[in-house]
């Protein structure tokens, strides 16, 4: 079993920054690749962010490029999400999960393969 908890969450203006954080406890961490996953209220989830676990590759979603960065640190079982140049369209719960390596060959976007998640963190940006 893996526990994610989230944090960082809040209210910022358009063009702020925040950093979400995710502790993970549990399992072996630096095993896992992790992600961020947000919802927006009527919207489907959706995938913003993923770092490898064996080697700290990264991805993004189109909208976040750029303005995103994901982060691990294994020392601290911890995985950030630096969010720049805030859009109100990023207003959404933002989620972290883990994918164990057995899921490696599931595509980092596939929410299928991630078997963990967190409870959320609510990121609301006014305009």
């Known amino acids: 079993q893996v526990q994610l908890v989230e944090s960082g969450g809040g209210l910022v203006q358009a063009g702020g920054s925040l950093r979400l954080s995710c502790a993970a406890a549990?399992?072996?961490?630096?095993?896992?690749?992790m992600a961020w996953f947000r919802q927006a209220p009527g919207k489907e989830r959706e995938f913003v962010a993923a770092?490898?676990?064996?080697?700290?590759?990264?991805w993004y979603a189109d909208s976040v490029k750029g303005r995103f960065t994901i982060s691990r640190d294994n020392a601290k079982n911890t995985v950030y999400l630096q969010l720049n140049s805030l859009k109100p369209e990023d207003t959404a719960v933002y989620y972290c999960?883990?994918?164990?390596?057995?899921?490696?060959?599931?595509?980092?976007?596939?929410?299928?393969?991630?078997?963990?998640w967190g409870q959320g963190t609510q990121v609301t940006v006014s305009s």
């Open positions: 770092i490898r676990w064996s080697d700290s590759k990264t």
């Open positions: 999960a883990a994918k164990s390596f057995e899921y490696d060959h599931l595509l980092p976007d596939d929410y299928v393969g991630y078997g963990y």
């Open positions: 549990g399992r072996t961490f630096s095993y896992y690749t």
